[in-house]
């Protein structure tokens, strides 16, 4: 199986900005996609970014200009610079990959615990 571990969440003032990263460890035969979805209290868990193997990118029309996702193809690590971050930025934040791994031998959708992100005057 594939686990995925975040990092970097916690408190900042709107206008801030925090680093996430999130580690992929297990057999994994390939990662495909890996990227961020969050949640907000009350609200649908939504994309944040994504980014394939390839280089491709995805981002939510919110966080556009403000965040940008990096990735470690070699490392199986993702990161999420966030600037100039918003109250309405406050989720929690859940690490995704789609990988291929064992036992699993098809592509499948891997979640992280999550880790908080608040931001708060």
């Known amino acids: 199986q594939v686990q995925l571990v975040e990092s970097g969440g916690g408190l900042v003032q709107p206008g801030g900005s925090l680093r996430l990263s999130c580690a992929a460890s297990?057999?994994?035969?390939?990662?495909?996609?890996m990227g961020w979805y969050r949640q907000a209290p009350g609200r649908q868990r939504e994309l944040v970014a994504t980014?394939?193997?390839?280089?491709?990118?995805s981002y939510a029309d919110s966080v556009k200009g403000r965040f940008t996702i990096s990735r470690d193809n070699a490392k199986n690590t993702v990161s999420l610079q966030m600037n100039n971050l918003e109250p309405q930025d406050t989720a929690v934040y859940y690490c995704?990959?789609?990988?291929?791994?064992?036992?699993?031998?098809?592509?499948?959708?891997?979640w992280g615990q999550g880790t908080q992100v608040t931001v708060s005057s």
């Open positions: 297990g057999s994994i035969f390939r990662i495909y996609t």
């Open positions: 980014r394939t193997s390839g280089g491709s990118t």
């Open positions: 995704y990959c789609n990988a291929v791994g064992d036992p699993v031998a098809v592509p499948y959708n891997y």
